[in-house]
C-alpha cells in the first residue's frame, strides 16, 4: 500500500470518526437534557400559545343505561360542598372499622389525566374529564349507585400534556350544571339531559390568559348567577346567568389583575356581602351588583391556587405555594368606604401554609397540610389558633405524612386522602390527632383531587381513576 493511499484511509476514518462523535452527543447528550412537564414553574407564561376557535358543547352522546336514578336528598353541588367549606354533613355514622379488603367499593371508573373532582346532585356524578383519544375536554354525568355513564357532553380542545389537564370542579344548581375546562371555556348544560344551554370563551370574550397548568378555577353559582374570575384586560369578575349566560355584571380591572387557580369566594366582611377573588397580582372584592369594594396588592405569589378563608368579622387568611407562605388580610370600613391591608405575613416554614388544597375552619382552629417546603413540617396535617397566628397548635408527627392530598371533616372527623391514594381517618381531641384507620383506596398517584361526600358516599380520584365508597355504617353491618 502506498504512503499516499494509506494517508487517504487515515483522513477517511479521522472524519468518519468526528461524524461519529456529533452523532453521539446529538443523541445521548444534547436529548437527555430534554426538560418533561413537572409541578414546578414551568415558564409556560413565556410561551405563545396557538389561538383555536372552539365549538364548546359541540359533541354529545348518549349512552344506553338499564340504570335507575335513585331518590337521593344528599348533594355536593359544588367546590368544598353545600356551604364551600368542606364540612360534610350525615345523619348517622360512618363505618371507620376496615378489614383487610378496606372500605365498601361501589365502583371505579378510569379518567383522563387530571385532577378534577366530582360533584353529586340528583343521584348523579359530574366530573368535567379528558378524554386522551378525542383530545377533548368532556363533562361527563354517571349514575351516582351504579357508576354507569349516562351521557357526556363536550369539544375538541387538542392540548399538551402539563402535568395533567383537567383540575376543576363543576357547579350544580336548579337543574344547570356549569363547568370551567382547562382552556377556559365555560359550558352551561341542563342537568337531567345534557342539552347545551350556553357557552363562554373566557379567552376570546374577555382577553383573560390561561394560568400556567391550565385553568384550575371553580365556577361559583349564587342567586341564580356563576360568578367568575376573569382576570381579562378590562374585566375582572363577572357574573353570569344561570339560565341564559347573559351578563349581569362586570368588574372591571383597573389593576390589571390575571387569572389564578384560585376561586371566587363569597363573603360577609363587615356586615356586607361581597365576591373576593385572589388574583395573580392582588386581591380585591365587589358588591353583589360588580361595584369594587377594596382591592389589596401587597401580597401577590406568582402562584395562587387556594381559596382566601374567611376566619372572623373582616379578616382573611390567604395562602399560596412555591414558597410564597401565608397572609392574614384585614377589611375595615369607614362610613362606605372599605379598606384592606396586609396584617401580617410568614414563610411556611414558620407557620400554617398550603400549596393547593383551601385549609378547613372549624371554630377558632384552622387546619391545613403544610407544602413541601415547610421544613420539618413538610406535608404534615397542622392544627392553628387564627387568633394566635403563626404559631401551630398541633401536627400529625413526622410519620403521617399527606403530600398534596385533599381532606374533609365528616362524623367528627377528618378524611385524608394521601398523594399515593391512602385514605385516613382522623379525629381531634384535646389539641391531639389521632389515626382511627387507613387503607389504599386508589392506585395511581398524585390523588389531588378535591373529595366528594353525599349521604355517606365518598368519591375520590387520583390522577387516573375515580371511586365511590360506601361508608355508611348500616350498609357494612
Known sequence: MTARALNFILKTLAVAAACLGIWHYLTYTTLRHVEYAEPVRDKSENRVVKKMTTQIGADFKKFESGAKIQTFGAEWPCFRGVSRDNLAKYDGHLTRTWDEAGPKVLWRKPLGEGYSGAIVAGGRVYVLDYIEEDSSDALRCFELFSGEELWRRGYKNPIRRNHGKSRTIPAFSDGVVVSLGPAAHVMAVDAVSGDLLWTRDLVEAYGAEIPQWYAGQCPLIEDGRVILGVGGEKVLMTALDLRSGETVWEMPNEHG?????????????????????????????????????????????????????????????????????????????????????????????????????????????????QPKDAGARRAEFIAADVSALPAVKSESGKDARFGLGPYIYVDDAFWILDDEGVLSVYEYKDDRFERLATHKILPGADSWGPIAFAGGLMILRDSTSMVCLDLRNEVQQ
Open 257 to 369: 389583575l390575571k387569572m389564578s387557580h384560585s376561586s371566587v369566594v363569597s363573603a360577609t366582611l363587615c356586615g356586607t356581602k361581597q365576591y373576593v377573588y385572589a388574583g395573580i397580582g392582588g386581591i380585591c372584592a365587589c358588591d353583589p351588583q360588580g361595584k369594587q369594594l377594596w382591592i389589596c396588592t401587597k401580597w401577590k405569589p406568582a402562584v395562587w391556587a387556594p381559596t382566601p378563608l374567611v376566619i372572623g368579622d373582616g379578616r382573611l387568611f390567604l395562602t399560596a405555594g412555591y414558597g410564597a407562605g401565608s397572609a392574614t388580610l384585614a377589611v375595615t370600613k369607614d362610613g362606605d368606604a372599605f379598606t384592606a391591608s396586609i396584617e401580617q405575613e410568614w414563610k411556611p416554614t414558620q407557620g400554617p401554609a398550603s400549596e393547593q388544597q383551601t385549609p378547613i375552619l372549624i371554630g377558632d382552629t384552622m387546619f391545613v397540610i
